[in-house]
């Protein structure tokens, strides 16, 4: 059944300028809105003086996701000038995916990724900005994650090599931009009391994202370090332990800090929650061995589901280089604490298991591993129905 898609639209000019026309046909077209009603469309502008850059579903008009076929030069001339703030990001973001999915098969094809410095470049104007709100800022520079780059290249997919992408591009973006990342990570420092407004909360936002991309120069542990122990407010504090644990695993800062905030906060179930989360999304394949040291911890158990959701369901849907470790340790080891889980409650070892819907879109050797845990599952005795539905359904 068709569906009426309501595709606001701008026509971008010169200096971001909208480029006027004196008529439309092909279409039903009102105040800035497309009006999608067929299978077919071809909408004709006439009265155009000068070639415009085509923002299309601006302020997300249509929850759609757009194919388009357009100019690298139209999208960074978007990325830059558009006026509509959602086509502008979809713009830059499209750049980062692109960018992404060319260097995951240069990796592949044993060659260093090589990013474009207006690319580079773009990011370091985007971050220096100040017409644009921090939030915004912050939400643009954030990387495309790598279950969505995964999710755009579809098939044969390499988890390693999509982190080994992601790592190159933030260490590019942060080192040509270092100086200037510097600057404004200094200047947005809080010097008033914590406030939990909205623009308080987009300077921490952009403040922790160029923490983020610092961190990865020359000095960036004691950087991070620093952050985590000046922290007022556990925003700051929860993002400076995620870029020690993340960036800087194993280093004595690291380790320092994840001991502090267990001590601070042992007694707090939300906030230990946080403290798993972390270390459940820490990258690389040795954070399979700390998973399974943690659920030995004395404040872990099975039968939490909160806790267990904050461990395990994290590992398994948020780390894409730990649980789908090449020798398959990852998943075995989800297969059997999923049958353990499920002794004390279905449900949750039901939704654990939708972390194995997408198996098929791995590469040969990962794809194979994966199906045996999921016939390891699916073979259990007195499997409950919550379970055996959801694994059946990913064998099928």
């Known amino acids: 059944r068709l569906m009426h898609i309501p595709l606001a639209f701008g026509l971008i000019g010169a200096g971001g300028k909208p480029v006027p026309y004196s008529g439309v046909e092909g279409a039903s077209v009102e105040d800035g809105v497309i009006h999608i009603r067929k299978r077919r469309h071809m909408v004709r502008f006439s009265g155009v003086t000068e070639r415009p850059a085509v923002s ?11 194919s388009v076929e357009q100019k690298a030069d139209d999208q960074f001339f978007l990325a830059r000038h558009d006026s509509d703030a959602f086509s502008r990001w979809q713009a830059f973001n499209t750049l980062l995916t692109d960018a992404l999915i060319t260097a995951f098969r240069e990796i592949l094809g044993g060659k260093q990724p090589a990013f474009a410095p207006r690319l580079i470049e773009l990011a370091g104007s985007i971050a220096g900005d100040e017409t644009l709100e921090p939030a915004y800022r912050a939400l643009a520079l954030a990387l ?3 279950a969505d780059i995964a999710r755009d290249i579809g098939r044969n997919i390499d988890p390693d090599a999509i982190y080994a992408a992601r790592e190159a591009l933030a260490l590019a973006i942060g080192t ?4 200037v990342f510097s600057g404004l990570y200094r200047g947005l420092a809080d010097k008033a009391a914590f406030s939990p407004d909205a623009a308080s909360a987009g300077r921490r936002a952009l403040r922790n994202t160029l923490l983020d991309y610092l961190s990865l120069q020359p000095g960036g542990a004691a950087l991070a370090a620093g952050h ?4 007022t407010n556990m925003t700051d504090r929860a993002a400076a332990l995620a870029v020690l644990a993340h960036r800087h695993h ?5 380790v320092e800090a994840l001991a502090a905030f267990e001590t ?3 007694s707090d179930p939300l906030v230990m929650d946080k403290w798993f989360q972390i270390q459940a999304s820490v990258p690389g394949p040795q954070t399979v061995d700390t ?4 659920t030995n911890h004395p404040a872990f158990s099975m039968g939490n589901p909160n806790r267990v959701r904050s461990l395990i ?21 989800f297969a059997q604490t999923v049958l353990e889980v499920e002794k004390r409650n279905p449900q949750v070892a039901a939704r654990l298991a939708t972390a194995l819907r997408s198996w098929r879109s791995l590469e040969p050797l990962r794809q194979a591993k994966a199906r045996e845990a999921l016939l390891s599952i699916a073979g259990a005795e007195n499997l409950s129905a919550d379970l055996r539905d959801i694994v059946e359904r990913t064998l099928a």
Do not use: C, I, M
Not at 176 to 179: G, M, P, S, V, Y
Not at 250 to 254: H, I
Not at 291 to 294: D, E, Q
Not at 327 to 333: A, H
């Open 176 to 179: 040509a931009n270092r100086d």
């Open 250 to 254: 194993g280093s004595a800062e690291a």
């Open 291 to 294: 998973v399974k040291a943690l």
């Open 56 to 66: 299309l579903n601006r302020g997300f008009s249509a929850p759609v996701t757009l």
């Open 228 to 231: 985590f122990q000046s922290a």
């Open 144 to 146: 495309p994650g790598e």
């Open 313 to 333: 369901g994290t590992f398994s849907s948020a780390n894409q280089t730990g649980f789908h470790r090449a020798d398959g340790e990852g998943y075995w080891f």
């Open 264 to 266: 601070t906060y042992g």
